[in-house]
């Protein structure tokens, strides 16, 4: 898809892959300076800082923001880090008391993403504004809402995208406050090449324990980068107390986190070539397999349609199901993986065979 500045080239001084941390909320004056302080003394200054100045959420009552008081207040972070600031906007007035302000960069919330108004009122707001924009994916895994807003953003001229992976909300898995879904920034980057994803093990975790295991499994995926809710007093955080961490723990994670060299950077690297080499001649085979299996497909599907057949037969599918899976799991392959590609291939039968019976010319009695 669309090329656009990677984060390397949006001025911001990097060593990759990108750290942004900083409080859920902006809360105090004397809490950002805090915060400030003790990220210097523990040496774990970030490259981007984060703060939240206009909060949405999900219930009303709850802390919604300083609002621009607290936009005033990044020139602390300026001032004793020297390091540019990230906020959240998530209408037209908070881009324009943002760009006041000269925050760096902005981002746009999961809760805005799943909304193509807001989204586009926010990108009028930027048109023809040189500022990079990180987009959250929508609350909901649609990975369409998440390229679109990209796209709206890239419409009005916005080249310097990157993309916030938080995870996804789902009424029924707990072990997250928002599941991860490791294929959808995966699939992001493969259909908007050169997409950079970082990773808020915060907002999927929620609570401090566990942060450090997704962060890591967010490196190992490829990811580019983390945004890490870091708070003095995590406790006594007036919005997301459960998941902040301190800049102690925050350095001591980032520490032991194993990065992975981006396979861009590494060189030539001859072991890795020979087994790229292998892996695409075996993927010429599957894809040979796989189209001449379709073609008997297709020759099954004439026969069921001169035989006034239905395409579906619901007991040959149930045993091709089991029997494969029951073959896929003796060759260690997952049950779940069997199950997706089976029903993958299947639906694909199913399709073309409908297909031909809908084209076909009708048989003469
Ligand atoms: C946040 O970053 O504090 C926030 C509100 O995130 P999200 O939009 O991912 O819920
Ligand atoms: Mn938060």
Redesign the pocket.
């Known amino acids: 898809m669309k090329p656009h500045k990677q984060i390397k080239d949006w001025g911001l001084g990097l060593t990759s892959p990108l750290i942004i941390a900083g409080p859920?909320?902006a809360e105090t004056p004397e809490q950002i300076e805090q915060i400030c302080k003790e990220m210097k003394e523990e040496n774990m200054v970030p490259q981007l800082f984060?703060a939240?100045i206009w909060?949405?959420r999900t219930r009303p009552g709850s802390f919604e923001g300083v609002g621009e008081e607290g936009l005033k207040w990044m020139e602390i972070v300026r001032h004793n880090l020297n390091i540019p600031i990230t906020t959240?906007v998530g209408n037209a007035a908070h881009v324009e008391l943002a760009l006041k302000h000269k925050v760096d960069v902005l981002w746009i919330?999961?809760?805005t993403t799943v909304n193509p108004f807001a989204v586009q009122e926010i990108a009028e707001a930027l048109r023809g504004v040189d500022i990079p924009v990180m987009i959250?994916n929508p609350m909901n895994p649609d990975l369409e809402l998440w390229v679109g807003a990209l796209e709206r953003m890239y419409a009005v001229g916005i080249d310097k995208l990157a993309a916030?992976h938080?995870g996804f909300s789902d009424a029924y898995d707990k072990r997250f406050r928002n599941k991860p879904n490791w294929s959808m920034p995966i699939h992001l980057k493969r259909v908007w090449t050169g997409m950079e994803v970082i990773n808020?093990p915060s907002?999927i975790v929620g609570r401090r324990d566990g942060l450090q295991e997704v962060a890591q499994r967010a490196m190992n995926f490829g990811l580019d980068g983390l945004m890490i809710?870091t708070h003095h007093d995590p406790d006594k955080a007036w919005?997301?107390a459960k998941q902040q961490i301190t800049p102690a723990r925050l350095k001591e994670m980032i520490d032991s986190i194993d990065f992975k060299e981006p396979l861009e950077t590494m060189g030539p690297d001859e072991k890795l070539q020979d087994l790229r080499r292998a892996v695409d001649h075996l993927d010429d085979q599957l894809l040979d397999i796989l189209q001449e299996r379709f073609a008997v497909i297709d020759q099954i599907g004439a026969h069921k349609r001169e035989h006034h057949l239905t395409v579906f037969q619901s007991n040959r599918w149930k045993e091709v199901m089991e029997s494969r899976t029951q073959k896929g799991v003796s060759k260690h392959l997952s049950e779940k993986f069997m199950k997706e590609l089976l029903y993958c291939i299947h639906e694909e039968s199913v399709k073309r065979q409908e297909k031909q019976l809908r084209e076909a010319e009708p048989i003469k009695k």
Do not use: M, N, V
Request: glycine share 12%; aromatic share 0%; hydrophobic share 10%.
């Open positions: 859920c909320s984060r939240g909060k949405p959240e919330g999961a809760r959250k916030i938080r808020d907002h809710e919005s997301d």
